[in-house]
């Protein structure tokens, strides 16, 4: 996939992601996408890399994973940043 399919990807992926992780997400738009991007990447190399096959294109199964793999990732930073 080419860097704007990514972000394109990543952007619909992060969205998603926050829409379903409860609780109060830190960060805004713009972090957002920058972790659905992220969760995106990571996603497809788990996916990868645990047999599922390589992210390819935009299908069922790579939205899929991307999705998980920015809650993953929402949920860490979550975690990070939380004030104590």
Do not use: C, E, N, Q
């Amino acid at each position: 996939m080419g860097f704007l399919a990514w972000i394109v990807f990543g952007l619909i992926a992060g969205v998603v992601a926050k829409w379903l992780t409860p609780g109060p997400a830190p960060g805004g738009f713009i972090v957002t996408v920058v972790l659905g991007i992220v969760g995106a990447a990571v996603g497809g190399f788990i996916g990868t890399t645990l047999g599922f096959g390589s992210v390819s294109g935009f299908d069922l199964r790579s939205m899929l994973i991307a999705i998980v793999g920015a809650i993953v990732v929402l949920v860490i930073y979550g975690a990070v940043t939380r004030k104590k």
